[in-house]
């Protein structure tokens, strides 16, 4: 009973958590409605998913968790290339940006972030070198992001 709560906890975390987070950092935007923050958001969410991860992925594929060690994971999904995590990626650039405009959500943010990290390596589909890579990415990403937009007037 209680290793089927648990799996439920880390089956939430790691499906349905990354929706609420999305709908959380975007109600944090309607409220800190900026054009700046919305360029930053975007940027920062583009660079590192849609271009650093996936460029990582066509040069170098590695196996995901299940597919190495052949089990089956908590959470269905293909057996694309599990390095770097794009969840990982994603949600650190995102709360990057809201933590240099608000430290508390940030924080908030953050946190949740590495819920969702921790919940896909739990649920076997990425190793935690994989999270870790998308965490760099991530804050890394949002960080250029900010820095080229800095004295840009949008």
Same mark, same amino acid.
């Given at each position: 009973?209680? +290793? +089927?709560?648990?799996?439920?906890?880390?089956?939430?975390?790691?499906? %349905? $958590?990354? #929706?609420?987070?999305?709908?959380?950092?975007?109600?944090?935007?309607?409220?800190?409605? &900026?054009? &700046? !923050?919305?360029?930053?958001?975007?940027?920062?969410? @583009?660079? *590192?998913?849609? /271009?650093?991860?996936?460029? !990582?992925?066509?040069?170098?594929? &590695?196996?995901?968790?299940?597919?190495?060690?052949?089990? &089956?994971? $908590?959470?269905?999904?293909?057996?694309?290339?599990?390095?770097?995590?794009?969840?990982?990626?994603? #949600?650190?650039?995102?709360?990057?940006?809201?933590? *240099?405009?608000?430290?508390?959500?940030?924080?908030?943010?953050?946190?949740?972030?590495?819920?969702?990290?921790?919940?896909? /390596? #739990?649920?076997?589909?990425?190793?935690? *070198?994989?999270?870790?890579?998308? =965490? =760099? @990415?991530?804050?890394?990403?949002?960080? !250029? /992001?900010? %820095?080229?937009?800095?004295?840009?007037? !949008?």
């Amino acid at each position: 009973m209680e +290793q +089927q709560i648990v799996n439920l906890a880390i089956v939430f975390s790691a499906t %349905y $958590l990354p #929706f609420l987070v999305f709908l959380g950092i975007m109600g944090w935007f309607v409220l800190n409605l &900026r054009r &700046r !923050i919305f360029w930053e958001l975007a940027g920062a969410a @583009i660079l *590192s998913r849609l /271009v650093i991860t996936e460029l !990582i992925r066509l040069l170098w594929h &590695r196996a995901r968790p299940f597919v190495e060690l052949g089990f &089956r994971p $908590l959470v269905e999904h293909s057996a694309s290339a599990s390095f770097p995590s794009g969840h990982a990626a994603f #949600f650190f650039a995102l709360s990057a940006v809201v933590f *240099s405009h608000d430290k508390k959500a940030g924080i908030l943010f953050f946190l949740f972030s590495g819920i969702i990290g921790a919940a896909r /390596v #739990f649920s076997g589909i990425h190793w935690p *070198s994989d999270v870790l890579g998308g =965490v =760099v @990415i991530g804050i890394g990403s949002a960080l !250029i /992001v900010m %820095y080229f937009l800095k004295n840009r007037k !949008i």
